[in-house]
């Protein structure tokens, strides 16, 4: 009897991993597979039946992508987007989700706020892509690195406010009513007292914006040409060239997600922690 | 409290409330130029007839005519058509397998904390490139999918090139990218519900099935509930993989809705055409939205 119920638990147990053995299987094998084409060599790329392990590596394909100055391009101009994407809104949102967290907003009118916030994350964006496009084209921003910069900042500046209004509305106000009776002026009670009682939600709305800016493909390509192209878009142009060019486009594309797939092993508590914030709290 | 401190507490207050305007006010004016103006300007553009490739400037007011014209366009049409059809699967699909890998993945041991960091990968991963990478796998002669059927005797099908399969293409390529989404988020749900009620339930000779469906379900059924609007609403609006996988193709099989925009605005340039069909898609998710946000407040002052 005893032994029947441990061979059951035994059972399910087997089950069970290698259900998640499956799982991380069709989870790596895409990514094994985009990995190996970007340093398969070209002769070895369209047989049929397909050659799937290299004979050898090469790295000709990556060569290739660093000989074009515009991959340089590419990747300067996806860091400068990124890193100023980031670092604008986490200034900007954290103050302003602090300042709608402590004006002592009537409840409906917070609440109207926060629909404004859910509404700007998911209405169709391509509404608002093309009016834009006709603005920066007014402003003569187009094809620059700030018109990209600038409609980033727009889905992140109210997507991370959101975020942080959750986190400063969790957080105790005695500390703060403390201060304050101290003398502490708001923007002192707000850097002193609040900010680093936070600091984990802002690491977690820094990450959450990198990423996004750094993926963002819509906007990117309705307002750049070439100068100011970004790596989703160098990504995405191997669709429409003529003749296919597997090498050269996995290498692009590993060379864009790579980067992000090491920086998310590294922060993965605060990732997740951002993903579920607004899913589970809202 | 004496009249006075009242009064320099008031006075504190109204203090304490310009502070926070300034907090407020560079986030908002933003928020109002890129987000707002735009979509003013869009409305404006819905009821203009203007093609950008054939006139720098609107060639006047046509009143609902773009409305009349996006409605009966067959690609249109169409489009709505896959973009029901993909999302519904697509979604309902990753409701059910993340959270049955959420049931598996629970645990802190050093393996399944692994398999965890392993499996939420698909979520960091650029859009555009996982429609490459999906564009390489599903090729037909030379991708790897077709091969690996190939050792189980299956002649895999012409998943990019025949209509029907590419719509299962790009609701596997959806489902691949976003099940990690719903297993965070129902994981994060599970541990939220106390071990005491599963416990109480098991000395009660409950089955797991029986906890799940009379404990899990219904405490975590609002969060599944917008997990599932939010998974919708943000499937209809994904352009990004489908344009690195398919390119809408072949012919219209795969335009959705944000794609038929997409290349009504920013490849044929009518503007005004475009705009209409955004608004039509738009009060379609603000009804959606609408329904989020209600569930949101319910559900917080049932808490």
């Known amino acids: 009897m005893l032994s029947g119920n441990l061979a059951k638990i035994a059972a399910q147990r087997s089950l069970r991993m290698l259900a998640l053995a499956i799982a991380c299987l069709v989870v790596l094998v895409p990514l094994g597979y985009l990995v190996l084409n970007s340093v398969k060599p070209q002769n070895e790329m369209y047989t049929i039946p397909p050659i799937i392990i290299p004979s050898r590596i090469t790295l000709e394909h990556f060569e290739a992508a660093f000989n074009n100055p515009r991959t340089l391009r590419f990747l300067i101009n996806s860091l400068t987007v990124t890193g100023i994407t980031t670092a604008v809104t986490v200034v900007v949102s954290t103050l302003a989700a602090y300042g709608l967290s402590r004006m002592g907003l009537r409840a409906g009118l917070l609440s109207f706020v926060v629909f404004i916030f859910l509404f700007i994350r998911f209405y169709p964006r391509i509404t608002t ?50 201060a304050e009776v101290d003398g502490a002026n708001p923007l002192q009670r707000f850097g002193l007292v609040a900010l ?34 970004v790596l989703s878009i160098a990504v995405a142009s191997f669709v429409t060239d003529r003749g296919v060019q597997w090498g050269p486009m996995a290498a692009m594309a590993v060379i864009m997600i790579v980067p992000m797939i090491l920086f998310a092993l590294f922060v993965q508590r605060y990732l997740i922690r951002g993903i579920t914030l607004g899913a589970v709290k809202g | 409290m004496s009249t006075i401190a009242t009064l320099k507490r008031r006075r504190r207050l109204r203090h304490d409330w310009i502070w926070m305007v300034a907090f407020v006010l560079p986030a908002s004016l933003l928020v109002v130029a890129v987000q707002f103006y735009p979509l003013l300007f869009s409305a404006y553009l819905s009821t203009q007839d203007w093609t950008l490739t054939s006139s720098q400037s609107s060639e006047g007011f046509v009143g609902l005519d773009n409305f009349a014209k996006v409605l009966r366009n067959d690609v249109f049409q169409r489009a709505v058509r896959n973009s029901a059809l993909i999302t519904g699967t697509a979604v ?20 399944i904390r692994a398999v965890r960091t392993l499996l939420i990968l698909p979520l960091v991963i650029a859009p555009v490139a996982a429609g490459t990478l999906w564009r390489m ?31 299962v293409s790009v609701i596997i390529v959806d489902v691949w990218m976003t099940t990690p989404f719903v297993l965070l988020v129902v994981l994060a749900g599970l541990s939220s519900i106390p071990d005491e009620l599963h416990e109480s339930a098991a000395l009660d000779g409950a089955t797991r099935w029986k906890s799940f469906i009379y404990i899990d379900v219904p405490l975590m059924a609002p969060l599944l509930l917008l997990t599932f609007l939010f998974r919708m609403l943000e499937s209809l609006l994904s352009l990004d993989s489908i344009y690195t996988l398919t390119l809408g193709g072949p012919g219209y099989a795969t335009f959705t809705m944000t794609y038929y925009i997409y290349t009504l605005g920013l490849r044929s340039f009518n503007l005004g055409m475009a705009a209409a069909a955004s608004w039509l898609f738009m009060s379609f998710a603000t009804l959606a939205l609408l329904v989020v946000f209600w569930l949101q407040r319910r559900w917080q002052t049932a808490q």
């Open chain 1, 129 to 178: 892509v093309i009016p834009y496009f006709l603005v920066m084209r007014q402003l003569a921003l187009l094809d620059t690195v700030w018109a990209v910069i600038i409609g980033h900042l727009g889905i992140t500046i109210p997507f991370v406010t959101w975020l942080m209004l959750i986190v400063f509305q969790d957080l105790p106000r005695e500390v703060e009513e403390a």
């Open chain 1, 196 to 229: 680093p009682m936070a600091a984990p939600g802002v690491a977690s709305a820094a990450i959450l914006t990198a990423f996004l800016s750094w993926n963002e493909f819509l906007i990117a390509s309705s307002v750049t040409k070439r100068q100011a192209q």
């Open chain 2, 92 to 111: 309902t699909l990753e409701m059910i397998l993340g959270t049955a890998l959420a049931y598996l993945a629970v645990g802190s041991s050093r393996t």
């Open chain 2, 137 to 167: 796998m599903l090729n037909s002669q030379m991708g790897l999918t077709n091969y690996l059927l190939s050792f189980l005797g299956i002649q895999g099908p012409d998943w990019l090139g025949n209509a029907d399969w590419a719509l």
